[in-house]
Nanobody
C-alpha cells in the first residue's frame, strides 16, 4: 500500500506557471512508475505525463508536450510536474498515481494501482 498526497495547485493567469508535487508514503517508492492525470467535468482521468521508476524515461500527452515537465526525486519520495505556459484548457483537478511496475511510463489510468486525492489547477484567461 502507498499513500499519495498532491500539492501545488492554485489559480494562475494564462501564460503562467505552477509546480505540482506528489509525495508518497508507504511501500518502496522506487518500485513505482508515476503518472499525472487530470479530470474535468467532461473528462475522466486524462493522461498528462508519466515517468519510470528510475526517472530516466518520460511520456507526455500531445497537449502538454513542450510545456510540462515531469521529474522525480526518489530520495524524497516525490514526483513533480512543472507546468509552464499554462492555458485555460489546462484547468482541471490533477491527480498523481502510482504503478507498481519496473516497466516504462504508461498512459492508461487502469494500469495504476494507487491514486492521490487531487489538487485543483485553475487557469484564468
Amino acid at each position: 500500500q502507498v499513500q499519495l498526497a498532491e500539492a501545488g495547485g492554485g489559480l494562475v493567469q494564462s501564460g503562467g506557471s505552477l509546480r505540482l508535487s506528489c509525495t508518497a508514503s508507504g511501500r518502496d517508492f522506487t518500485n513505482y512508475a508515476m503518472g499525472w492525470f487530470r479530470q474535468t467535468p467532461r473528462t475522466r482521468h486524462d493522461f498528462v505525463a508519466a515517468v519510470d521508476w528510475r526517472g530516466l524515461t518520460t511520456g507526455y500527452a500531445d497537449s502538454v508536450r513542450g510545456r510540462f515537465t515531469i521529474s522525480r526525486d526518489n530520495a524524497k519520495n516525490t514526483v513533480y510536474m512543472q507546468m509552464d505556459n499554462l492555458k485555460s484548457e489546462d484547468t482541471a483537478v490533477y491527480y498523481c498515481a502510482a504503478d507498481w511496475s519496473l516497466s516504462g511510463p504508461k498512459g492508461d489510468p487502469h494500469e495504476y494501482d494507487f491514486w492521490g486525492q487531487g489538487t485543483q489547477v485553475t487557469v484564468s484567461s
